[in-house]
């Protein structure tokens, strides 16, 4: 990781309104050490030396989303996808999520959201991606991909030690 530098609250305020907004979630980071890092030509916001956030370069511009460690912190309701057994192993290895695996999703989901993956039975996250289509689509097809994938469970930021 490149260069940390601690920030204060004020300096990420809209980072954390814009997380808010994005996983309908309130997040209060302003009692906790920050920091802000690059790493993998990414920004992260770092809380208490965790990266629970980082940004995402989209269609639409740069947006910030929670990491995996920032989805186990803040458990957002939404934006999401549920995957079945049979998908986990290769989202373990980066393959980008297919849609005859998704079980369930978030009906808000619409192409080009953020969303994060999830085991249909425990519902733990799994992996972070680009929606290619609706939640709704992604549940009815039975070939091709669903979710472009950026961020997994034992990739680099997934072992960062900070």
Do not use: Y
Request: aromatic share 6%; hydrophobic share 45%; glycine share 8%.
């Amino acid at each position: 990781m490149r260069r940390r530098t601690p920030v204060r609250f004020k300096q990420v305020r809209d980072v954390a309104a814009e997380l808010s907004e994005r996983i309908s979630v309130d997040i209060d980071i302003s009692s906790a050490f920050l920091e802000k890092a690059n790493f993998d030509n990414r920004d992260l916001l770092l809380v208490e030396r965790v990266p629970l956030a980082m940004k995402v370069e989209t269609e639409e511009g740069n947006k910030w989303f929670p990491t995996l460690r920032g989805i186990l912190a803040w458990e957002p309701s939404g934006k999401w996808a549920a995957v079945d057994h049979g998908a986990i192993p290769f989202l373990m290895n980066g393959a980008d999520c297919m849609g005859a695996g998704v079980q369930m999703a978030d009906p808000s989901v619409e192409s080009g959201d953020l969303v994060w993956v999830r085991d249909e039975t425990h519902g733990k996250p799994l992996a972070l991606g680009i929606a290619l289509l609706s939640g709704d689509e992604m549940v009815s097809m039975t070939k091709g991909k669903a979710i472009q994938t950026l961020h997994w469970i034992g990739d680099e930021l997934w072992e960062l030690d900070t």
